[in-house]
Protein backbone atom coordinates (compact mmCIF):
# COMPACT_ATOMS: atom_id res chain seq x y z
CA UNK A 1 0.00 0.00 0.00
CA UNK A 2 1.38 3.66 -1.02
CA UNK A 3 2.28 6.25 2.05
CA UNK A 4 2.85 8.61 -0.44
CA UNK A 5 -0.84 10.86 -0.40
CA UNK A 6 -2.74 11.08 -3.97
CA UNK A 7 -3.33 14.59 -4.38
CA UNK A 8 -6.75 16.27 -5.62
CA UNK A 9 -6.94 19.72 -6.91
CA UNK A 10 -10.37 21.03 -6.11
CA UNK A 11 -12.48 19.92 -3.34
CA UNK A 12 -15.66 20.68 -5.00
CA UNK A 13 -18.31 17.35 -5.64
CA UNK A 14 -16.05 15.36 -8.23
CA UNK A 15 -13.31 16.12 -5.81
CA UNK A 16 -14.73 15.44 -2.43
CA UNK A 17 -16.46 11.49 -4.54
CA UNK A 18 -12.81 11.19 -5.77
CA UNK A 19 -11.11 11.45 -2.14
CA UNK A 20 -13.83 9.38 -0.13
CA UNK A 21 -13.64 6.55 -2.98
CA UNK A 22 -9.80 6.27 -2.21
CA UNK A 23 -9.66 7.10 1.61
CA UNK A 24 -12.36 3.88 1.63
CA UNK A 25 -9.96 1.71 -0.15
CA UNK A 26 -7.14 2.59 2.56
CA UNK A 27 -5.47 4.99 0.09
CA UNK A 28 -4.23 8.23 2.02
CA UNK A 29 -5.15 11.62 0.12
CA UNK A 30 -4.22 15.54 0.09
CA UNK A 31 -7.02 17.46 -0.65
CA UNK A 32 -7.00 20.92 -1.87
CA UNK A 33 -9.22 23.65 -2.49
CA UNK A 34 -8.66 27.50 -2.50
CA UNK A 35 -11.63 28.70 -0.88
CA UNK A 36 -12.21 30.20 1.61
CA UNK A 37 -9.08 32.30 0.54
CA UNK A 38 -10.49 32.88 -3.32
CA UNK A 39 -13.63 32.17 -4.33
CA UNK A 40 -15.51 31.65 -8.35
CA UNK A 41 -17.71 33.48 -8.98
CA UNK A 42 -20.33 31.26 -8.46
CA UNK A 43 -19.32 29.97 -5.38
CA UNK A 44 -20.24 31.38 -2.28
CA UNK A 45 -19.92 28.64 1.44
CA UNK A 46 -16.76 28.04 2.71
CA UNK A 47 -18.41 24.29 3.02
CA UNK A 48 -16.42 21.65 -0.02
CA UNK A 49 -19.02 20.18 -1.90
CA UNK A 50 -20.96 23.04 -2.34
CA UNK A 51 -23.93 23.18 -4.97
CA UNK A 52 -24.21 26.33 -7.02
CA UNK A 53 -26.88 27.01 -7.96
CA UNK A 54 -30.57 24.53 -8.13
CA UNK A 55 -30.73 22.20 -5.50
CA UNK A 56 -32.35 18.73 -7.50
CA UNK A 57 -30.00 16.03 -8.27
CA UNK A 58 -32.95 15.77 -10.46
CA UNK A 59 -34.97 12.32 -11.13
CA UNK A 60 -34.35 9.82 -8.72
CA UNK A 61 -36.13 7.25 -11.25
CA UNK A 62 -33.92 4.38 -12.10
CA UNK A 63 -35.60 3.65 -15.57
CA UNK A 64 -34.22 7.65 -16.34
CA UNK A 65 -31.05 8.31 -17.22
CA UNK A 66 -30.21 10.53 -14.62
CA UNK A 67 -31.45 7.98 -11.82
CA UNK A 68 -29.69 5.07 -13.26
CA UNK A 69 -26.70 7.48 -13.03
CA UNK A 70 -27.60 7.29 -9.09
CA UNK A 71 -28.18 3.79 -8.70
CA UNK A 72 -24.77 2.54 -9.88
CA UNK A 73 -23.15 5.50 -7.71
CA UNK A 74 -24.95 4.16 -4.41
CA UNK A 75 -23.62 0.45 -5.55
CA UNK A 76 -20.07 2.10 -5.25
CA UNK A 77 -20.76 3.13 -1.92
CA UNK A 78 -20.72 6.89 -3.32
CA UNK A 79 -20.13 9.34 -0.27
CA UNK A 80 -21.92 11.87 -1.86
CA UNK A 81 -25.24 10.01 -3.04
CA UNK A 82 -25.27 8.76 0.95
CA UNK A 83 -25.18 12.10 2.42
CA UNK A 84 -28.12 13.43 -0.70
CA UNK A 85 -30.08 10.78 1.23
CA UNK A 86 -29.53 12.33 4.26
CA UNK A 87 -30.18 15.49 3.31
CA UNK A 88 -33.44 15.37 1.28
CA UNK A 89 -36.24 17.65 0.90
CA UNK A 90 -39.62 17.06 -0.50
CA UNK A 91 -39.27 17.15 -4.21
CA UNK A 92 -41.36 14.93 -6.22
CA UNK A 93 -39.93 11.98 -8.23
CA UNK A 94 -36.65 14.33 -7.92
CA UNK A 95 -34.03 13.94 -5.43
CA UNK A 96 -33.60 17.19 -4.09
CA UNK A 97 -31.17 18.11 -1.02
CA UNK A 98 -31.05 20.49 0.94
CA UNK A 99 -27.94 22.65 0.06
CA UNK A 100 -26.75 24.02 3.36
CA UNK A 101 -26.99 20.67 5.18
CA UNK A 102 -25.85 18.48 2.25
CA UNK A 103 -22.50 20.46 1.66
CA UNK A 104 -21.78 20.03 5.43
CA UNK A 105 -22.46 16.87 5.92
CA UNK A 106 -20.10 16.04 3.09
CA UNK A 107 -17.67 18.61 4.36
CA UNK A 108 -18.03 17.27 7.74
CA UNK A 109 -17.35 13.42 6.37
CA UNK A 110 -14.13 14.36 4.47
CA UNK A 111 -12.85 16.25 7.47
CA UNK A 112 -13.56 13.34 9.89
CA UNK A 113 -12.03 10.53 7.77
CA UNK A 114 -8.23 10.16 9.12
CA UNK A 115 -7.29 9.37 5.69
CA UNK A 116 -8.17 12.95 3.75
CA UNK A 117 -5.63 15.91 4.82
CA UNK A 118 -7.43 19.39 3.41
CA UNK A 119 -5.62 21.96 2.42
CA UNK A 120 -7.13 25.22 1.51
CA UNK A 121 -4.76 26.93 -0.74
CA UNK A 122 -5.25 28.02 -4.41
CA UNK A 123 -3.02 25.58 -6.86
CA UNK A 124 -1.51 27.73 -9.21
CA UNK A 125 0.34 25.18 -11.58
CA UNK A 126 0.21 21.71 -12.07
CA UNK A 127 2.45 19.82 -10.09
CA UNK A 128 5.63 17.82 -11.74
CA UNK A 129 4.65 14.52 -12.52
CA UNK A 130 5.39 11.96 -9.60
CA UNK A 131 4.77 8.10 -9.49
CA UNK A 132 1.72 9.22 -7.20
CA UNK A 133 -0.93 10.19 -9.30
CA UNK A 134 -2.89 12.99 -9.32
CA UNK A 135 -6.68 14.54 -9.38
CA UNK A 136 -7.80 17.68 -11.09
CA UNK A 137 -11.08 18.23 -9.78
CA UNK A 138 -11.45 22.02 -9.83
CA UNK A 139 -14.70 22.80 -12.25
CA UNK A 140 -15.82 24.29 -14.67
CA UNK A 141 -14.90 27.68 -13.16
CA UNK A 142 -11.15 26.41 -12.71
CA UNK A 143 -9.41 29.57 -11.42
CA UNK A 144 -7.34 31.20 -14.38
CA UNK A 145 -3.66 29.96 -13.32
CA UNK A 146 -4.63 26.94 -13.42
CA UNK A 147 -6.88 26.31 -16.25
CA UNK A 148 -3.62 28.32 -17.99
CA UNK A 149 -1.28 25.22 -17.02
CA UNK A 150 -3.88 23.09 -18.11
CA UNK A 151 -4.35 24.44 -21.78
CA UNK A 152 -0.63 24.31 -22.00
CA UNK A 153 -0.72 20.83 -21.27
CA UNK A 154 -3.38 19.86 -23.72
CA UNK A 155 -2.64 22.22 -26.10
CA UNK A 156 -4.97 25.79 -25.81
CA UNK A 157 -7.23 24.14 -28.54
CA UNK A 158 -8.39 21.68 -26.59
CA UNK A 159 -9.52 23.31 -23.76
CA UNK A 160 -12.46 25.55 -23.96
CA UNK A 161 -14.14 28.41 -21.43
CA UNK A 162 -17.53 28.31 -22.84
CA UNK A 163 -19.90 25.62 -23.53
CA UNK A 164 -22.34 25.81 -26.71
CA UNK A 165 -24.75 23.26 -26.99
CA UNK A 166 -27.10 22.77 -29.59
CA UNK A 167 -30.56 20.54 -28.84
CA UNK A 168 -30.36 16.96 -29.92
CA UNK A 169 -33.35 15.05 -30.82
CA UNK A 170 -34.35 11.54 -30.85
CA UNK A 171 -34.51 9.41 -34.38
CA UNK A 172 -37.24 7.50 -33.72
CA UNK A 173 -39.23 10.78 -33.15
CA UNK A 174 -38.78 12.62 -36.56
CA UNK A 175 -41.25 12.42 -38.87
CA UNK A 176 -39.03 10.81 -42.36
CA UNK A 177 -41.82 11.80 -44.43
CA UNK A 178 -40.71 15.40 -44.43
CA UNK A 179 -37.27 15.09 -43.61
CA UNK A 180 -35.15 14.07 -46.44
CA UNK A 181 -31.21 12.66 -46.39
CA UNK A 182 -28.48 14.59 -48.42
CA UNK A 183 -24.95 16.12 -47.91
CA UNK A 184 -24.99 19.43 -49.44
CA UNK A 185 -23.91 18.90 -53.42
CA UNK A 186 -23.60 15.34 -52.76
CA UNK A 187 -24.95 12.89 -54.96
CA UNK A 188 -24.86 10.52 -52.68
CA UNK A 189 -27.00 9.12 -50.07
CA UNK A 190 -25.81 11.98 -47.69
CA UNK A 191 -24.87 11.72 -44.16
CA UNK A 192 -27.45 14.92 -43.09
CA UNK A 193 -31.15 14.85 -41.95
CA UNK A 194 -32.87 18.13 -43.86
CA UNK A 195 -35.71 19.82 -42.85
CA UNK A 196 -36.73 21.71 -45.72
CA UNK A 197 -39.12 25.30 -45.29
CA UNK A 198 -41.09 27.11 -47.27
CA UNK A 199 -40.71 31.01 -46.95
CA UNK A 200 -43.55 31.02 -44.88
CA UNK A 201 -43.10 28.42 -42.56
CA UNK A 202 -39.44 30.35 -42.35
CA UNK A 203 -40.89 33.61 -41.32
CA UNK A 204 -42.85 32.06 -38.69
CA UNK A 205 -40.02 30.07 -37.26
CA UNK A 206 -37.88 33.10 -37.37
CA UNK A 207 -40.57 35.13 -35.29
CA UNK A 208 -41.18 32.47 -32.77
CA UNK A 209 -37.30 32.30 -32.29
CA UNK A 210 -37.31 36.58 -31.67
CA UNK A 211 -39.84 35.98 -29.64
CA UNK A 212 -38.86 33.24 -27.16
CA UNK A 213 -37.70 34.00 -23.58
CA UNK A 214 -34.01 33.68 -22.97
CA UNK A 215 -32.06 32.74 -19.97
CA UNK A 216 -30.42 35.91 -18.58
CA UNK A 217 -26.47 35.70 -18.48
CA UNK A 218 -24.90 35.36 -15.18
CA UNK A 219 -23.01 38.46 -14.18
CA UNK A 220 -19.80 36.82 -14.51
CA UNK A 221 -20.61 35.63 -18.09
CA UNK A 222 -19.70 37.93 -20.44
CA UNK A 223 -21.04 37.76 -24.22
CA UNK A 224 -18.26 36.46 -25.72
CA UNK A 225 -18.72 34.20 -28.26
CA UNK A 226 -16.53 32.80 -30.44
CA UNK A 227 -17.99 33.67 -34.21
CA UNK A 228 -18.59 29.81 -35.21
CA UNK A 229 -20.53 29.06 -32.54
CA UNK A 230 -23.08 31.99 -31.74
CA UNK A 231 -26.44 31.04 -30.36
CA UNK A 232 -28.97 30.97 -33.04
CA UNK A 233 -30.82 33.77 -31.54
CA UNK A 234 -28.10 35.55 -31.91
CA UNK A 235 -27.69 35.12 -35.45
CA UNK A 236 -31.13 35.95 -36.21
CA UNK A 237 -30.89 39.26 -34.52
CA UNK A 238 -28.02 40.08 -37.17
CA UNK A 239 -31.09 40.16 -39.99
CA UNK A 240 -34.38 38.56 -40.78
CA UNK A 241 -32.00 36.61 -43.87
CA UNK A 242 -28.80 35.89 -41.81
CA UNK A 243 -30.01 32.33 -40.39
CA UNK A 244 -30.38 31.48 -44.35
CA UNK A 245 -26.64 32.14 -45.26
CA UNK A 246 -25.29 30.99 -42.19
CA UNK A 247 -26.70 27.65 -40.79
CA UNK A 248 -30.16 27.07 -42.29
CA UNK A 249 -28.61 27.91 -45.98
CA UNK A 250 -30.75 25.66 -48.58
CA UNK A 251 -28.58 25.84 -51.51
CA UNK A 252 -27.03 22.43 -53.03
CA UNK A 253 -29.79 20.14 -50.94
CA UNK A 254 -32.29 19.91 -53.32
CA UNK A 255 -35.81 18.50 -51.32
CA UNK A 256 -36.21 15.07 -53.73
CA UNK A 257 -40.07 15.61 -53.76
CA UNK A 258 -39.55 18.89 -56.14
CA UNK A 259 -36.07 18.97 -57.24
CA UNK A 260 -35.60 22.30 -55.70
CA UNK A 261 -33.60 23.62 -53.17
CA UNK A 262 -35.87 24.79 -50.19
CA UNK A 263 -36.26 28.67 -49.41
CA UNK A 264 -34.34 26.88 -45.57
CA UNK A 265 -33.24 24.20 -44.28
CA UNK A 266 -32.19 22.62 -40.75
CA UNK A 267 -29.82 20.10 -40.73
CA UNK A 268 -29.75 17.47 -38.20
CA UNK A 269 -26.58 15.17 -37.46
CA UNK A 270 -25.83 11.98 -36.05
CA UNK A 271 -24.81 12.42 -32.85
CA UNK A 272 -23.98 8.91 -32.07
CA UNK A 273 -22.73 6.05 -34.11
CA UNK A 274 -25.91 3.79 -33.72
CA UNK A 275 -27.72 6.67 -35.12
CA UNK A 276 -30.05 7.12 -32.31
CA UNK A 277 -29.95 10.61 -31.62
CA UNK A 278 -29.50 13.59 -33.93
CA UNK A 279 -28.50 17.09 -33.61
CA UNK A 280 -29.52 20.19 -34.85
CA UNK A 281 -26.51 21.85 -36.63
CA UNK A 282 -25.51 25.04 -35.36
CA UNK A 283 -28.83 25.69 -32.88
CA UNK A 284 -26.90 25.82 -29.78
CA UNK A 285 -28.77 28.51 -28.07
CA UNK A 286 -30.35 30.31 -24.87
CA UNK A 287 -33.64 30.17 -25.36
CA UNK A 288 -35.26 28.66 -22.06
CA UNK A 289 -36.00 24.87 -22.46
CA UNK A 290 -39.84 25.62 -22.91
CA UNK A 291 -39.45 28.12 -25.72
CA UNK A 292 -36.59 25.35 -27.38
CA UNK A 293 -39.02 22.98 -27.33
CA UNK A 294 -41.81 25.07 -28.30
CA UNK A 295 -40.06 26.86 -30.77
CA UNK A 296 -37.79 23.88 -31.93
CA UNK A 297 -41.08 21.96 -32.94
CA UNK A 298 -42.55 24.09 -35.15
CA UNK A 299 -39.70 23.01 -37.83
CA UNK A 300 -41.03 21.18 -40.17
CA UNK A 301 -40.54 17.04 -39.26
CA UNK A 302 -39.45 17.59 -35.62
CA UNK A 303 -42.96 18.48 -34.57
CA UNK A 304 -43.00 15.38 -32.27
CA UNK A 305 -39.79 15.25 -31.97
CA UNK A 306 -38.17 14.09 -28.25
CA UNK A 307 -35.14 15.96 -26.78
CA UNK A 308 -32.57 13.92 -25.53
CA UNK A 309 -30.99 17.37 -24.28
CA UNK A 310 -31.98 20.92 -24.90
CA UNK A 311 -29.49 24.02 -25.99
CA UNK A 312 -27.94 26.07 -23.56
CA UNK A 313 -24.56 28.26 -23.52
CA UNK A 314 -22.41 28.34 -20.44
CA UNK A 315 -18.81 29.48 -18.78
CA UNK A 316 -17.67 26.46 -18.38
CA UNK A 317 -14.20 24.71 -18.32
CA UNK A 318 -13.54 21.33 -20.13
CA UNK A 319 -11.05 19.49 -22.09
CA UNK A 320 -11.84 18.20 -25.21
CA UNK A 321 -12.05 14.26 -23.85
CA UNK A 322 -11.39 12.67 -27.18
CA UNK A 323 -8.51 14.03 -27.74
CA UNK A 324 -7.00 14.27 -24.33
CA UNK A 325 -8.85 11.42 -22.32
CA UNK A 326 -8.28 7.62 -22.01
CA UNK A 327 -11.57 5.86 -21.34
CA UNK A 328 -10.04 5.56 -17.36
CA UNK A 329 -10.26 9.77 -17.30
CA UNK A 330 -6.00 9.76 -17.34
CA UNK A 331 -4.72 11.91 -19.27
CA UNK A 332 -3.16 11.15 -22.27
CA UNK A 333 -0.71 13.30 -22.48
CA UNK A 334 0.20 12.81 -18.83
CA UNK A 335 -0.91 9.66 -17.92
CA UNK A 336 -0.09 9.70 -13.85
CA UNK A 337 -3.14 12.79 -14.45
CA UNK A 338 -6.72 12.10 -14.02
CA UNK A 339 -9.21 14.55 -14.38
CA UNK A 340 -12.01 14.38 -12.95
CA UNK A 341 -15.69 16.43 -12.66
CA UNK A 342 -17.26 18.69 -15.08
CA UNK A 343 -13.72 19.65 -16.51
CA UNK A 344 -14.20 16.01 -18.19
CA UNK A 345 -16.63 17.20 -20.58
CA UNK A 346 -19.99 16.21 -18.83
CA UNK A 347 -22.48 18.36 -17.52
CA UNK A 348 -24.07 18.10 -14.18
CA UNK A 349 -23.80 17.90 -10.67
CA UNK A 350 -24.16 13.91 -10.64
CA UNK A 351 -22.39 13.36 -13.72
CA UNK A 352 -19.30 15.99 -12.16
CA UNK A 353 -19.82 13.61 -9.13
CA UNK A 354 -19.79 10.23 -10.84
CA UNK A 355 -16.45 11.37 -12.63
CA UNK A 356 -15.02 12.28 -9.41
CA UNK A 357 -15.95 8.31 -8.38
CA UNK A 358 -14.23 6.75 -11.08
CA UNK A 359 -11.28 8.99 -10.97
CA UNK A 360 -11.03 8.56 -7.80
CA UNK A 361 -11.08 4.11 -8.00
CA UNK A 362 -8.51 4.86 -10.74
CA UNK A 363 -6.12 7.09 -8.81
CA UNK A 364 -6.21 4.42 -6.12
CA UNK A 365 -5.74 1.29 -8.47
CA UNK A 366 -2.74 3.22 -10.06
CA UNK A 367 -1.00 4.04 -6.91
CA UNK A 368 -1.61 0.64 -5.66
CA UNK A 369 -0.12 -0.75 -9.08
CA UNK A 370 -3.17 -2.37 -9.98
CA UNK A 371 -4.47 -1.62 -13.76
CA UNK A 372 -7.21 0.99 -13.61
CA UNK A 373 -10.97 0.40 -15.02
CA UNK A 374 -13.18 1.31 -17.24
CA UNK A 375 -17.03 0.69 -16.89
CA UNK A 376 -18.62 -1.24 -19.19
CA UNK A 377 -21.08 1.03 -22.48
CA UNK A 378 -24.38 -0.50 -21.39
CA UNK A 379 -23.90 1.49 -18.00
CA UNK A 380 -24.67 4.88 -17.31
CA UNK A 381 -21.16 5.80 -15.90
CA UNK A 382 -19.34 3.32 -18.85
CA UNK A 383 -21.84 5.33 -21.54
CA UNK A 384 -20.72 9.10 -20.46
CA UNK A 385 -16.76 7.43 -20.72
CA UNK A 386 -17.91 6.86 -24.68
CA UNK A 387 -19.22 10.12 -25.13
CA UNK A 388 -15.89 11.31 -23.72
CA UNK A 389 -13.56 9.74 -25.49
CA UNK A 390 -15.09 8.15 -28.71
CA UNK A 391 -17.26 11.45 -29.67
CA UNK A 392 -15.88 13.27 -32.91
CA UNK A 393 -13.61 15.59 -31.57
CA UNK A 394 -14.23 18.32 -34.21
CA UNK A 395 -17.58 18.63 -32.69
CA UNK A 396 -17.44 17.24 -28.71
CA UNK A 397 -19.57 19.72 -26.80
CA UNK A 398 -20.46 18.36 -22.58
CA UNK A 399 -23.07 16.40 -22.28
CA UNK A 400 -25.77 15.17 -19.17
CA UNK A 401 -26.46 11.57 -19.30
CA UNK A 402 -29.46 10.68 -21.36
CA UNK A 403 -30.20 7.25 -22.74
CA UNK A 404 -29.17 8.64 -26.73
CA UNK A 405 -25.59 8.28 -24.94
CA UNK A 406 -26.45 4.14 -24.51
CA UNK A 407 -25.81 1.74 -26.81
CA UNK A 408 -28.74 0.99 -29.32
CA UNK A 409 -31.53 -1.19 -28.29
CA UNK A 410 -34.50 -2.78 -30.05
CA UNK A 411 -36.14 -0.09 -31.08
CA UNK A 412 -39.74 -2.30 -32.04
CA UNK A 413 -39.87 -2.66 -28.33
CA UNK A 414 -42.71 -0.08 -26.36
CA UNK A 415 -41.01 3.40 -25.51
CA UNK A 416 -42.50 2.93 -22.46
CA UNK A 417 -40.71 -0.31 -21.59
CA UNK A 418 -37.36 1.12 -22.79
CA UNK A 419 -36.22 3.00 -19.85
CA UNK A 420 -37.02 -0.21 -17.71
CA UNK A 421 -34.98 -2.62 -20.00
CA UNK A 422 -31.54 -0.82 -20.17
CA UNK A 423 -31.78 -0.25 -16.23
CA UNK A 424 -31.85 -3.70 -16.03
CA UNK A 425 -29.02 -4.62 -18.68
CA UNK A 426 -27.12 -1.84 -17.10
CA UNK A 427 -27.18 -2.70 -13.46
CA UNK A 428 -26.03 -6.63 -14.28
CA UNK A 429 -23.78 -4.97 -16.41
CA UNK A 430 -22.20 -2.86 -13.16
CA UNK A 431 -22.40 -6.07 -10.81
CA UNK A 432 -20.87 -8.09 -13.13
CA UNK A 433 -18.04 -5.63 -13.91
CA UNK A 434 -17.39 -4.93 -9.73
CA UNK A 435 -17.20 -8.34 -9.63
CA UNK A 436 -14.52 -8.64 -11.71
CA UNK A 437 -12.45 -5.69 -11.10
CA UNK A 438 -13.43 -6.34 -7.19
CA UNK A 439 -15.17 -3.04 -6.94
C1 LIG B 1 -23.23 29.13 -12.38
C2 LIG B 1 -23.38 27.65 -12.49
C3 LIG B 1 -24.62 27.08 -12.22
C4 LIG B 1 -24.79 25.68 -12.31
N1 LIG B 1 -26.00 25.14 -12.04
C5 LIG B 1 -26.16 23.80 -12.07
C6 LIG B 1 -27.41 23.20 -11.72
O1 LIG B 1 -28.36 23.89 -11.36
N2 LIG B 1 -27.52 21.86 -11.80
C7 LIG B 1 -26.47 21.07 -12.17
O2 LIG B 1 -26.63 19.83 -12.21
N3 LIG B 1 -25.26 21.60 -12.49
C8 LIG B 1 -25.09 22.95 -12.45
N4 LIG B 1 -23.89 23.52 -12.78
C9 LIG B 1 -22.82 22.68 -13.14
C10 LIG B 1 -22.17 22.29 -11.81
O3 LIG B 1 -21.47 23.32 -11.20
C11 LIG B 1 -21.15 21.31 -11.97
O4 LIG B 1 -21.76 20.30 -12.66
C12 LIG B 1 -20.55 20.74 -10.71
O5 LIG B 1 -20.55 21.56 -9.59
C13 LIG B 1 -19.16 20.44 -11.13
O6 LIG B 1 -18.55 19.71 -10.13
P1 LIG B 1 -16.99 19.75 -10.05
O7 LIG B 1 -16.63 18.98 -8.84
O8 LIG B 1 -16.40 19.39 -11.33
O9 LIG B 1 -16.65 21.29 -9.80
P2 LIG B 1 -17.08 22.27 -8.53
O10 LIG B 1 -18.19 21.62 -7.80
O11 LIG B 1 -17.23 23.57 -9.14
O12 LIG B 1 -15.78 22.18 -7.64
C14 LIG B 1 -14.56 22.73 -8.01
C15 LIG B 1 -13.81 23.14 -6.74
O13 LIG B 1 -12.47 23.47 -7.11
C16 LIG B 1 -12.07 24.62 -6.42
N5 LIG B 1 -10.99 25.25 -7.21
C17 LIG B 1 -11.09 25.82 -8.43
N6 LIG B 1 -9.86 26.21 -8.85
C18 LIG B 1 -8.98 25.86 -7.88
C19 LIG B 1 -7.57 25.98 -7.74
N7 LIG B 1 -6.81 26.53 -8.68
N8 LIG B 1 -6.98 25.53 -6.59
C20 LIG B 1 -7.73 24.95 -5.60
N9 LIG B 1 -9.08 24.83 -5.69
C21 LIG B 1 -9.70 25.25 -6.83
C22 LIG B 1 -13.33 25.44 -6.25
O14 LIG B 1 -13.23 26.28 -5.12
C23 LIG B 1 -14.41 24.36 -6.07
O15 LIG B 1 -14.65 24.09 -4.71
C24 LIG B 1 -23.69 24.88 -12.70
C25 LIG B 1 -22.45 25.46 -12.97
C26 LIG B 1 -22.29 26.83 -12.86
C27 LIG B 1 -20.94 27.43 -13.13
Known amino acids: MTTTPITIIGGGLAGCEAAWQIARRGGQVRLYDMK ?4 SPAHHSPDLAELV ?9 RNSGVGLLKEEMRRLDSLLMAVAEETRVPAGKALAVDRAQFAAAVTARIEGQPNITIDRNEITTLPEPTTTPLIMATGPLTSDPLAAALAELTGAKHLAFYDAIAPIVTADSLDRTVIY ?8 PGDYLNCPMDREQYLTFITALAAGAKVPLKDFEEPRYFEGCLPVEVMLARGDDTLRFGPMKPVGLPDPRTGRDPYAVVQLRMENREGTTY ?13 QTEVFRLIPGLERAEFARLGSIHRNTFVCGPLVLEPTLQCKMRPDLL ?15 AMGLLAGINGFRLATGLAPVTPPPETALGSLIVHLTSSDPK ?5 NINFGLFPPINLKMPKKNRGAYRAEQALLALENWRRTAAL
Do not use: I
Request: glycine share 10%.
Open 36 to 39: PHRF
Open 339 to 353: LAGQLTGVEGYVEST
Open 395 to 399: HFQPS
Open 53 to 61: CSNSLRSDD
Open 279 to 291: NLVGFQTKLTYQA
Open 181 to 188: QASRYDDG
